[in-house]
């Protein structure tokens, strides 16, 4: 049964500073893996969508990268911002299944 | 943003009573899906569609039924709903089966 988890469990930063969000997994059979973001009270957002047979996916500030032999994938965060604040969630979707598996998230705030 | 409208947003119900959850897309994508979010559980799968009447179920099914008669609808009823059953529950709809998901703004249900 594939397991995905996010670390760190919440992380806090100064504005300006660039992050990484780490999301691992069991299974290296995965299919394609996604990061959204959620913010309070909201519904998840698509931020990127790495297929297996990707490195990595841009848009613009963001940077995801996925190394499917060591079960790895990475969010990259530059130049952070208030407005970046958000719970992060990353989740892949399996080559044998129908659905995704979900990460518990990484809580970012971002301090001006 | 996709095309995707919940209804209602919040509800309140009692113990014993049916519900019934609506999801709307505008999309047309072939698939469609239900979760819910819970903390310390992350988003699980409740069922899916991937078509007109075509529906399937997902990791956290009991206590749940779904209908799709047409594209753009996907419900979810609890027939007799429990206390267990409060949650935020959330639609998501894909062009293909491991395609990029996009998330409706979700529905908080509470069981008292």
């Known amino acids: 049964k594939q397991e995905v988890t996010q670390i760190p469990a919440a992380l806090s930063v100064p504005e300006g500073e660039n992050l990484v969000l780490n999301c691992s997994f069991t299974?290296?059979?995965?299919?394609?893996l996604q990061w959204f973001r959620q913010d309070p009270g909201k519904g998840l957002t698509s931020l990127l969508l790495i297929q297996s047979s990707q490195r990595e996916q841009t848009s613009g500030r963001l940077n995801a990268s996925l190394d499917k032999s060591s079960g790895r994938s990475t969010l990259y965060i530059a130049a952070s911002q208030p407005g970046d604040s958000a719970t992060y969630l990353c989740a892949d979707a399996m080559e044998y299944g129908n659905k995704l598996v979900f990460g518990a998230g990484t809580i970012l705030r971002v301090k001006s | 943003d996709a095309g995707i409208t919940q209804s209602p947003r919040h509800k309140v119900t009692e113990t014993g009573t049916p519900v019934t959850l609506r999801c709307h897309q505008t999309?047309?994508?072939?698939?469609m899906y239900w979760y819910r979010q819970d903390p310390g559980h992350g988003l699980r799968l409740i069922h899916y569609?991937?078509?007109?009447?075509?529906?399937d179920k997902g990791e956290v099914s009991d206590g749940y039924s779904v209908s799709r008669s047409k594209t753009e609808d996907f419900l979810l009823t609890l027939e007799s709903a429990t206390s267990s059953q409060t949650s935020v529950y959330f639609c998501?709809?894909?062009?293909?089966?491991?395609?990029?998901?996009?998330f409706g703004p979700g529905t908080r249900l509470t069981v008292l």
């Open positions: 999309e047309n994508h072939r698939y």
């Open positions: 569609s991937y078509g007109v009447k075509d529906t």
């Open positions: 998501a709809i894909s062009e293909s089966i491991r395609g990029e998901q996009f």
């Open positions: 299974d290296s059979a995965i299919y394609n």
